[in-house]
């Protein structure tokens, strides 16, 4: 599995903008598809954004047009670049691979995006 460790969150008003940053372990970093995903209180856990080796982008409906995922290879580096926010992006963000590799996978301490005016 992949270790994580994620950055960048933090409080925002309403239609403001924000830039993740989740810098993984390991060689094969560059071979995997990686992706974002999201997190609230009493809700499951949801993909957001997830990129493949090739650099192939897919988004859940709710944050096309606004957020883009990014990778830099070179430093085992993904990035989430969050624009236009809403209050319902209000999330704790973590990143991992695209698809998970475990029942159990293992989990960064995630990044808290709070949007609120």
């Known amino acids: 599995q992949v270790q994580t460790v994620e950055s960048g969150g933090g409080l925002v008003q309403p239609g403001g903008s924000l830039r993740l940053s989740c810098a993984a372990s390991?060689?094969?970093?560059?071979?995997?598809?990686m992706g974002w995903y999201r997190q609230t209180p009493g809700k499951q856990r949801e993909m957001v954004a997830y990129?493949?080796?090739?650099?192939?982008?897919n988004y859940a409906d709710s944050v096309k047009g606004r957020f883009t995922i990014s990778r830099d290879n070179a430093k085992n580096t993904l990035y989430l670049q969050m624009m236009s926010l809403k209050p319902e992006d209000t999330a704790v963000y973590y990143c991992?691979?695209?698809?998970?590799?475990?029942?159990?996978?293992?989990w960064g301490q995630g990044t808290q995006v709070t949007v609120s005016s």
């Open positions: 991992n691979t695209y698809p998970l590799l475990a029942a159990d996978p293992l």
């Open positions: 990129i493949t080796s090739e650099g192939y982008r």
């Open positions: 390991g060689s094969i970093f560059a071979i995997l598809a």
